[in-house]
């Protein structure tokens, strides 16, 4: 029985190993498709910001024409940032926080029926804007992307000073 589990150990970890894998790519596909959706309702909420205004009236929102505008530069430019893998976990946060923001305002029955009614949660169009800032957020942007790019760029001197730190303090101690 030992064997059979040790064998089955070395298989599931195998099998975790190979689809570890694609956590990168499919980031990637992430950013790209959300990034592009975000840029999408930003740019159409630049171009009609009367009629986004006047919704977020409606909706009671504070002071809805900045609120609006800000929003549109939100989603446009945290949509492009997506994109490019660049401040990703911070851009997570608030495109999280603008989603979040979305449901309370626009779609609040949705929202608060997560456990009663999950299909009226999941199925609010906020939901899979959350979801993928949310995925972002939590697992970062993965190996394609500018943030993956510049933290080699900055980490690679660092741990060569490190090293030669290092080798000095060991060569004085002899």
Known sequence: ??????ISAKVYGGFSWLVSWAQ????????????????QTGWGK???????TQFFATLGIPSPGPTALFVACVELFGGALLILGLASRLTGLVLTGNMLVAFLTADHDALF??????EKFYGAAPYTFLFA???????????????TLIARRVSAPVAEQKRSLGQNTHMDAA
């Open 46 to 52: 630049l171009h009609n910001l009367a009629h986004v």
């Open 24 to 39: 990168s790519p499919f980031l990637l596909l992430v950013r790209l498709y959300w990034g592009w959706q975000f840029m």
């Open 113 to 118: 029926s997560i456990l009663s009614t999950p």
């Open 133 to 147: 800032s949310l995925l972002i957020l939590i697992f970062g942007p993965g190996w394609f992307a500018l943030d």
């Open 1 to 6: 029985m030992s064997s059979l589990v040790h």
